[in-house]
């Protein structure tokens, strides 16, 4: 399925189904992509990302904040995960993305209605974005 964008007052939820962990983080980037679109032209770039954390959730959370932070401070749209490991420790990644005028429409994730379990041999996520 990927993920699909659920109505919700003042905020945005995210909902993700993925195959595995690691395709939850790299479906909430193109989801996140997809709010700060522009036209895509500028100029290509690496950056890496380490968020902290045990707990699925959280570290959804982190990395979501992360990827709005790029995108507030270096005017960086994500647009792919080039890589991604999830340990005890947290979550480490390389995101391959492109300098542009990004939509500021995001301010932060939040922890309201957090979710990311194993449902049915996949992996569901629901995250909710303050706008």
Known sequence: MGYRWVEHTA??????DARDRES???????ALAELLADDGHGNRVSR???????EPGVLLVGWLDELVYLAETEDLIPEDVERIELSEAGLSASVRCHVGRP????????????AFKPSDGRFYARVVLDV
Do not use: M, N, Q
């Open 48 to 54: 890496d990302v380490v968020v902290e954390g045990r």
């Open 11 to 16: 905020e945005l939820e995210l909902e993700i």
């Open 24 to 30: 939850v983080f790299a479906d909430a980037l193109r």
């Open 103 to 114: 939509r500021h429409l995001v301010k932060a994730a939040t922890y309201h209605r957090l």
